[in-house]
């Protein structure tokens, strides 16, 4: 039901979703320059020290609101309301109930193209930060946890559900990137997770073959969205030193780690050449005689 502007304008209020009714005045049309008068003043100040009184003894506050219009008996907790929480009609207004195709179509349109400034993602994010959070300081029981693992994920065997292309995830990494630089690093450049063997591995390869290549190049991340664990722009090579944890219990390798090695491949247009760390701790000499002997055919297939 709408409600006029007590000022007399003949206009409608305003909806207030906080207080859950409608404005007495629209904004700008309230009185001012009121005065309070001696009596209200002594009222208001008599009210505040009863208060104060009641909060240090833990006495409860008997205040002589209405009743909750819902006919559960019950007091609303404020002067102002006219339910007490989750009592209105309208929070159990679509309980079993489903929106027709047409209504879901008008609310995606009205929807879609909507973009939050970065002043309004960070006021959601302090709103739902901290206390504020609705899991803060909570843990999950055990037979919570049972039924989660019970529990079949929706999008088990849905193919376009959450999956996607490789310019949007390029995107999503390189911003992820940006993001971690201008939050947590302070402007300071990212670099990639380095292996306890990785370095002394290479160094020793390159020490011996006398070649040189180049890690954590921001180019090469911004063309892939990965960071290779080495780069011979030579021979247009990606060599990447394989720790236990890259590979599956059958030898073969992750089905995480073929996908960044094709998209290496394909971003860069390049080949890649595995190093089984183990393997070459095992043996460095036998590995590396093996890599100066790929060098040599790919010196001999370009010549």
């Not at 722009?233 to 060599?239: F, Q, S």
Request: with cysteine.
């Amino acid at each position: 039901m709408d409600k006029l502007c007590k000022c007399g304008c003949g206009q409608k209020t305003q909806l207030n979703w906080d207080k859950k009714r409608y404005n007495d005045y629209i904004n700008g049309h309230s009185p001012k320059g009121i005065k309070w008068s001696e009596e209200d003043i002594e009222q208001r100040q008599i009210s505040r020290i009863y208060g104060d009184i009641k909060r240090i003894l833990g006495m409860p506050f008997n205040y002589d609101y209405s009743l909750c219009l819902c006919g559960c008996n019950q007091k609303v907790k404020h002067k102002q309301d006219r339910y007490i929480a989750n009592h209105q009609p309208s929070s159990m207004g679509m309980l079993g109930k489903k929106s027709s195709k047409e209504t879901l179509q008008k609310i995606s349109k009205i929807h879609t193209g909507i973009k939050f400034t970065k002043e309004t993602k960070n006021k959601i994010s302090k709103s739902m930060s901290g206390n504020k959070n609705p899991m803060f300081g909570k843990k999950l029981s055990s037979e919570h946890k049972q039924k989660l693992k019970g529990r079949i994920p929706w999008n088990k065997g849905k193919k376009g559900t959450c999956k996607g292309t490789l310019e949007s995830r390029l995107k999503q990494s390189i911003s992820m990137i940006n993001y971690i630089e201008k939050h947590e690093f302070d402007g300071k450049p990212f670099g990639a997770r380095i292996g306890r063997n990785e370095l002394k591995i290479i160094n020793q390869i390159e020490k011996v073959i006398n070649i040189t290549g180049i890690s954590n190049n921001r180019d090469l991340f911004l063309k892939c969205g990965k960071w290779p664990d080495r780069y011979y722009e030579k021979y247009n090579l990606v060599v990447d030193i394989l720790e236990p944890h890259h590979f599956k219990p059958n030898g073969e390798l992750s089905d995480k780690d073929q996908f960044r090695e094709l998209l290496i491949s394909v971003r860069l247009g390049c080949m890649i050449y595995y190093i089984p760390e183990q393997e070459f701790l095992k043996n460095p000499e036998r590995e590396i005689q093996r890599f100066k002997d790929f060098l040599t055919l790919l010196d001999q297939g370009s010549n």
